[in-house]
């Protein structure tokens, strides 16, 4: 955990998506120093007229590269969250040609009795994790 969810409009290649996912894997171990193996990611791709994405008047532009991305965590500091954005814009421009007008991120908070990995059981609660 963390749980990342990105969309992103179809047509990607699978190496452009492996690219996109490793990259941002590194900044999530860099910045919330998460095991190498704590990698969940689901990726959704849509139709072009199935994702609007406007600016909220701050007068970013927006290509066909945009992405969303959904981090549903733990509680992290806004420390953490503010270095998370600038090392992952920084990191998929240079990785992936992203341009850090393109990279939208939010994050979803919860606690430790809102996990389950497997088998029926709150790992985090039952001391597994």
Not at 110 to 120: A, I, K, P, V, Y
Request: charged share 20%.
């Amino acid at each position: 955990m963390p749980l990342l969810c990105f969309d992103l409009i179809q047509g990607c290649s699978e190496n452009q998506i492996k690219k996109i996912l490793d990259a941002t894997h590194e900044v999530l171990i860099q910045s919330f120093a998460v095991p190498e193996r704590d990698r969940y990611q689901i990726v959704r791709e849509h139709a072009p007229s199935r994702m609007i994405i406007e600016d909220t008047g701050l007068g970013i532009v927006r290509t066909p590269n945009m992405l969303v991305l959904q981090v549903t965590t733990r509680p992290r500091s806004r420390a953490m969250k503010q270095a998370f954005y600038s090392s992952l814009v920084k990191k998929l421009e240079a990785a992936c040609g992203i341009a850090p007008s393109d990279v939208v991120v939010t994050f979803v908070t919860n606690t430790d009795e809102d996990w389950s990995f497997g088998l029926g059981r709150a790992q985090f609660l039952t001391g597994e994790l």
